[in-house]
């Protein structure tokens, strides 16, 4: 999708020199987009990095909780539309690592940080998926939080990034439909189904709200991503529009949320709600989730699962490259 080859961090070395920086800082906010062989403040580039390789790593990680369900989906309709959503996250995965390396850091470079858990990857795929009403919620609530906090990075300051996002917004989109119509579906079927849909609400209503991550107050890096133009809204305020796009869309399917200080703040006119369990989400991101030890444990043995497929794509190019030089020397000749 993008340069195959990698800028090298020479070529884009930091420099103690404050022109420079303003030149940079006056670009971004003329809304101007900075692209991968443009100079870049060191720390745009690492803070873009640490983002983009974290989402793409959270895309990757977040088909295994659905891919789960896939031979368990309960008509053809349901499986064909969960198998397409699940390699949709497969190639968002792939346009998010490709952005990632027009800023110098290999895509190996970036599944070993993963792998190795140096990465970190979105706290919600540490949650399980307990029953068919899950994959519904995931639609419904999971890429409706995504597109929420990803549909404002389609303006992000830096091009690659902004143009995966474009098209990744667009699937989300529909995957969000998929999620809440299944979620409709069970909600005006059986007392059974729709208790299901309550309690799979019940249970991933709030990792959902901690998926925009930590208070403003706690954010180490809104500030300076807003200023770069990297973040546009900060945290607790797509938390917010969240919330006050959701609420209505639960009470329309009959369902309850798991929070009593849910008010509708008639002076604002936003939902208030209660208060965020913060050392449940540091504790999923530090590792100790219902699932960080499976899900890891899965993308290692994937990844080893794979090397075959690698070495074998290495050694088609390398023929390919033998082929095509020997093709050259003889047009030489
Ligand atoms: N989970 O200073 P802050 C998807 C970390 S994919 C884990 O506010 P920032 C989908 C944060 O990284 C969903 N860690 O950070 C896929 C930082 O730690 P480090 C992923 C989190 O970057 C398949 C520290 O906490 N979406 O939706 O300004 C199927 C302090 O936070 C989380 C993206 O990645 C979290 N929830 O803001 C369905 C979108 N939250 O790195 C759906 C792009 C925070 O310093 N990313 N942390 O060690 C972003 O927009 C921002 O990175 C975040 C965090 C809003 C997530």
């Known amino acids: 999708m993008y340069t195959q080859a990698l800028n090298t961090r020479d070529q884009a070395a930091p420099s103690a020199d404050s022109e420079q920086d303003a030149r940079f800082q006056a670009r971004v906010d003329a809304e101007l987009k900075i692209e991968p062989n443009d100079w870049m403040p060191e720390a745009y580039r690492r803070t873009l990095t640490r983002q983009i390789s974290q989402h793409a790593h959270s895309e990757i990680v977040g088909m295994l909780p659905e891919g789960n ?24 995965g792939l346009y998010l690592y490709s952005a990632a390396e027009t800023l110098g850091t290999s895509r190996e470079e970036m599944v070993d940080q993963l792998l190795s858990g140096k990465a970190k990857y979105s706290s919600i795929f540490n949650y399980p998926t307990l029953t068919w009403a899950d994959i519904g919620i995931i639609g419904w609530l999971v890429d409706g939080a995504a597109i929420m906090n990803q549909i404002p990075l389609c303006r992000c300051s830096y091009g690659p990034y902004a143009r995966a996002m474009i098209r990744i917004c667009k699937e989300e989109s ?131 699962n794979g090397a075959w497929v690698r070495e074998a794509a290495l050694a088609y190019a390398e023929k390919r490259k033998a082929r095509e030089r020997a093709a050259y020397a003889e047009a030489a000749e």
């Open 69 to 92: 369900w896939i031979t368990r989906a309960p008509t053809l309709k349901r499986k064909a539309a969960l198998l397409a959503k699940v390699q949709d996250e497969g190639g968002h």
């Open 174 to 304: 529909f995957h969000q439909r998929q999620g809440y119509e299944i979620m409709l579906a069970l909600c005006r079927g059986t007392p059974e189904q729709k208790q299901m849909a309550q309690e799979a609400l019940n249970r991933w209503w709030w990792p959902v709200l901690m998926m925009f991550g930590p208070s403003d107050k706690d954010s180490q890096h809104t500030d300076t991503t807003t200023r770069w133009k990297i973040k546009r809204f900060t945290n607790d305020e797509l938390r917010q529009k969240f919330v006050d796009a959701t609420v209505p869309q639960g009470h329309y399917l009959g369902l309850t949320f798991p929070d009593p200080a849910l008010r509708l703040n008639e002076k604002t006119g936003h939902w208030d709600y209660g208060e965020i369990d913060w050392s449940e989400f540091k504790r999923v991101i530090a590792g100790d989730g219902p699932c960080n030890r499976q899900r890891m444990k899965q993308r290692r043995a994937a990844h080893e």
